[in-house]
């Protein structure tokens, strides 16, 4: 199998059979990433990947899923990703879902019927690191689209029937604009019909534009109680029933199926972390981790 190192793949999907169809990520660019810096975007050979489908093949002939890597696969043009998926599926015929991370902007250059074409072959769930729904913090930490790009991307993928999911960022927008990020990124995703939407908080890692600002006092990152609060007004305004992840480090288990059925419990479970939680000891758990 060929990889290129950091291998991330998303641990809510099986983890294997992976196989990689790109090779870091095209934007490469968030202000909070330092995941693939310092590594070129490429398609990976179609001759790479008839290799790997066929090692594949070789040790999991029954296969029913696949997690395609790396960053954005859908980057590629439909003229270049859809041969490659036709390789996978040659080499493993009984495949069902096909599961991938993108970019919302990688959407754009899709018809609606490119992307049906794509689900037909197997390509039916998707992730959107989408981060904020707030033009201000979108262009702040340069994630390169709009809130208005999220929506007019999101409802082709929903018009195609690609089930995907969205992102909420905790804290990326620093003090200052905390309140707009979590209540506008409400309203986006109100208005979408996500299968998941994910939540995690955000950590300065070293070398990350964002950090060196934070140094400079160009921006003020949220305090541990402040990002729970944060959380909470996202949570109070989000209306969609879902699936709801968090990656938070409060100690409270939120993550589960049916969001609006358990709102009021989650909102009274981020109250007490809010009113009671061991703020030093998720601040210490932040501090300690290495890698998004």
């Given at each position: 199998?060929?990889?290129?190192?950091?291998?991330?793949?998303?641990?809510?999907?099986?983890?294997?059979?992976?196989?990689?169809?790109?090779?870091?990520?095209?934007?490469?660019?968030?202000?909070?990433?330092?995941?693939?810096?310092?590594?070129?975007?490429?398609?990976?050979?179609?001759?790479?990947?008839?290799?790997?489908?066929?090692?594949?093949?070789?040790?999991?002939?029954?296969?029913?899923?696949?997690?395609?890597?790396?960053?954005?696969?859908?980057?590629?043009?439909?003229?270049?990703?859809?041969?490659?998926?036709?390789?996978?599926?040659?080499?493993?015929?009984?495949?069902?879902?096909?599961?991938?991370?993108?970019?919302?902007?990688?959407?754009?250059?899709?018809?609606?019927?490119?992307?049906?074409?794509?689900?037909?072959?197997?390509?039916?769930?998707?992730?959107?690191?989408?981060?904020?729904?707030?033009?201000?913090?979108?262009?702040?930490?340069?994630?390169?689209?709009?809130?208005?790009?999220?929506?007019?991307?999101?409802?082709?993928?929903?018009?195609?029937?690609?089930?995907?999911?969205?992102?909420?960022?905790?804290?990326?927008?620093?003090?200052?604009?905390?309140?707009?990020?979590?209540?506008?990124?409400?309203?986006?995703?109100?208005?979408?019909k996500p299968m998941l939407v994910g939540t995690g908080g955000l950590t300065l890692f070293p070398g990350t534009p964002l950090l060196e600002e934070a140094q400079r006092g160009e921006f003020?990152?949220?305090?541990?109680?402040?990002?729970?609060?944060?959380?909470?007004?996202?949570?109070?305004?989000?209306?969609?029933?879902?699936?709801?992840?968090?990656?938070?480090?409060?100690?409270?288990?939120?993550?589960?199926?049916?969001?609006?059925?358990?709102?009021?419990?989650?909102?009274?479970?981020?109250?007490?972390?809010?009113?009671?939680?061991?703020?030093?000891?998720?601040?210490?758990?932040?501090?300690?981790?290495?890698?998004?």
């Amino acid at each position: 199998m060929h990889f290129t190192e950091p291998v991330y793949r998303n641990p809510y999907w099986p983890t294997w059979p992976l196989i990689q169809i790109t090779q870091s990520c095209t934007h490469n660019r968030c202000k909070f990433c330092t995941m693939y810096k310092g590594i070129p975007f490429r398609m990976q050979p179609l001759e790479v990947i008839e290799a790997d489908a066929a090692e594949i093949a070789a040790m999991m002939p029954e296969a029913r899923t696949i997690q395609l890597l790396s960053a954005n696969p859908m980057a590629m043009s439909f003229e270049n990703l859809m041969p490659r998926l036709q390789i996978i599926k040659k080499h493993l015929p009984k495949l069902e879902h096909m599961y991938t991370a993108t970019r919302v902007s990688d959407i754009k250059s899709k018809t609606v019927e490119q992307l049906k074409a794509l689900r037909d072959i197997g390509l039916n769930e998707i992730s959107l690191g989408v981060e904020s729904g707030d033009d201000w913090t979108l262009q702040r930490i340069n994630k390169g689209y709009t809130s208005v790009d999220i929506l007019e991307q999101c409802h082709k993928l929903e018009e195609a029937g690609i089930a995907y999911w969205v992102t909420f960022l905790n804290g990326v927008a620093g003090r200052e604009h905390s309140r707009d990020h979590a209540i506008n990124s409400a309203k986006i995703f109100n208005q979408l019909k996500p299968m998941l939407v994910g939540t995690g908080g955000l950590t300065l890692f070293p070398g990350t534009p964002l950090l060196e600002e934070a140094q400079r006092g160009e921006f003020t990152p949220l305090t541990e109680k402040e990002m729970l609060e944060e959380l909470r007004l996202f949570v109070e305004h989000l209306e969609i029933d879902c699936t709801f992840v968090t990656h938070h480090t409060v100690a409270a288990n939120l993550t589960g199926p049916g969001f609006l059925a358990r709102k009021e419990s989650i909102l009274a479970a981020l109250d007490e972390a809010i009113a009671h939680g061991d703020h030093d000891r998720l601040a210490a758990i932040r501090r300690n981790k290495r890698t998004l």
